[in-house]
């Protein structure tokens, strides 16, 4: 069954702090995104990656296609990063449909 | 930039109404998404197009049905509502061609669906 596993589920940091949220995922991919949800629901794309590392501003994400892990690091982290992360990946052989993540839920306080 | 548009925010049925959530996008892509997304789990596909005139059945197409009224505009019905659809529902869009996902998905804002 092809699976998307996140780590940890929940996460509580100190502002200022380095975050890392894992995601594995169980057969080979094509291409993995990264996204990002408010309280109050909105969706944003952040990254979608298939190799290597892209970076945004205070966003890092990184991928090992031979571990089948991929990291999303948030640098100098700030409340306003208080969100949940999803993890979701294309499963190479399938069609254009993305398996998600349950969601990384973090929580940064000043 | 509108990106993609889903109506209605919020809305309460009752038991066995119908109902027929709305979204349409501006960015000129084929492929257009409907997912639902329940506490403890992950975004659900319900059904997806990957092109006018074109429908396939997700992971939780069960009570639903869709149309795919032109390039812009895939709606989503409910034709008897049931508590277990109470849910936040999702239409999303992303770019592509030949087959190959070009970029980052683009979601709605959400219907947040009660069925009482």
């Known amino acids: 069954k092809n699976e998307v596993e996140q780590s940890p589920q929940n996460l509580t940091a100190q502002e200022g702090e380095f975050i890392t949220i894992n995601c594995s995922y169980s057969?080979?991919?094509?291409?993995l995104h990264w996204l990002q949800q408010h309280p109050g629901g909105g969706i944003v794309s952040l990254f979608m990656?298939?190799?290597g590392k892209k970076k945004h501003g205070r966003l890092i994400a990184t991928i090992n296609i031979q571990e089948k892990h991929s990291s999303l690091h948030i640098t100098a982290s700030h409340p306003r990063d208080s969100a949940v992360y999803i993890c979701?990946?294309?499963?190479?052989?399938?069609?254009?449909?993305?398996?998600f993540g349950k969601g990384t839920k973090l929580t940064v306080n000043p | 930039n509108a990106g993609v548009t889903q109506t209605p925010k919020f809305q309460v049925l009752k038991t066995g109404q119908s109902m027929t959530l709305q979204c349409a996008q501006d960015?000129?892509?084929?492929?257009m998404y409907w997912y639902r997304q329940d506490p403890g789990m992950g975004l659900r596909l319900i059904y997806y197009?990957?092109?006018?005139?074109?429908?396939d059945k997700g992971e939780v197409p069960n009570g639903y049905n869709v149309s795919r009224l032109n390039k812009r505009e895939f709606s989503l019905r409910l034709e008897s509502a049931a508590p277990s659809q109470t849910s936040v529902y999702f239409c999303?869009?992303?770019?592509?061609?030949?087959?190959?996902?070009?970029?980052?998905?683009?979601f709605g804002s959400g219907t947040r669906l009660t069925v009482v």
């Open positions: 979701a990946v294309y499963f190479q052989g399938g069609s254009e449909k993305l398996v």
């Open positions: 057969v080979g991919i094509s291409a």
């Open positions: 990656l298939s190799s």
């Open positions: 960015m000129n892509h084929n492929s």
């Open positions: 197009s990957a092109s006018e005139g074109t429908t």
């Open positions: 999303a869009t992303h770019g592509d061609a030949a087959g190959r996902v070009l970029d980052g998905y683009t």
